[in-house]
């Protein structure tokens, strides 16, 4: 990853899994990293590790991502969004006040990401987004992340053309063993690796080290913009 060496990675979601692997990677690599998150405690050690510039950001607040852009030191090589996961939760009991900024969060925010971006990354740059598949499959309190994960691919083949030269892509995670997956599963998390070493073709689960080396990929890769990469050790395979 030579070509990330004296380049500005921003990584939105940086303080913790798949977003925090990705810092590490680019870090690695040369890169100056810049990380944003909610968590103050997680984000200032993300900061002391890395050396990073951190900052505090929202992507429901369309002033704070605005303001966020506007003061960085200089045009940006790349930015990967890995911000806040979806919710689960069945119709019947979904809170939709939660729901809409959860949406708003997924969608709008990725088009004002994607509308900062335009200015201040560097052509030939990159943005890149990370969603998941859960439109792949409809099943009991998935509706608001499938609409999210449905509505990505489309935004980022929009943004592709609207923004160019910088260059966007989307990541489309199965199940990926990070710390939000041990919050969401609990006492299950176990079970679930235990299934997937089982059954998905690759015979292991899928780690936050395996994404962050797409997202590197999609920065370095100048030929690679508009599509969205799947990333789930083939579970979409499984009957």
């Known amino acids: 990853m030579n070509e990330l060496s004296a380049s500005t990675v921003v990584v939105i979601g940086g303080s913790s899994g798949i977003g925090l692997e990705t810092a590490r990677q680019a870090h690695a690599a040369g890169a100056k990293i810049v990380v944003t998150g909610r968590d103050r405690g997680r984000l200032d050690a993300a900061r002391d590790e890395l050396g990073a510039t951190a900052a505090r950001l929202d992507l429901g607040d369309a002033e704070g991502v605005h303001r966020f852009f506007a003061e960085l030191a200089a045009p940006v090589d790349h930015v990967l969004v890995a911000g806040g996961g979806p919710i689960y939760s069945p119709l019947v009991d979904m809170d939709f006040d939660m729901a809409r900024g959860v949406l708003d969060e997924h969608l709008l925010g990725s088009l004002r990401i994607a509308k900062e971006c335009a200015t201040r990354v560097r052509p030939g740059g990159s943005l890149t987004y990370i969603t998941g598949t859960y439109a792949r499959r409809p099943g009991v309190g998935l509706s608001i992340a ?8 489309a935004i980022t083949a929009n943004a592709a053309v609207e ?21 969401l599963l609990g006492d299950e998390l176990e079970r679930r690796r235990e299934e997937l070493r089982a059954t998905l073709p690759i015979r292991r689960v899928v780690g936050p080290s395996d994404v962050a080396a797409l997202a590197l990929h999609l920065m370095t890769n100048t030929a690679l913009t508009g599509a969205t990469y799947d990333i789930d050790g ?6």
């Open 146 to 153: 499938a609409v999210a994960a449905a509505a990505l691919p």
């Open 163 to 183: 923004i160019a030269p910088v260059r966007v892509n989307a990541i489309a995670a199965g199940f990926v063993d990070t710390p939000l997956s041990a919050r």
């Open 234 to 239: 083939g579970q979409q395979l499984i009957p």
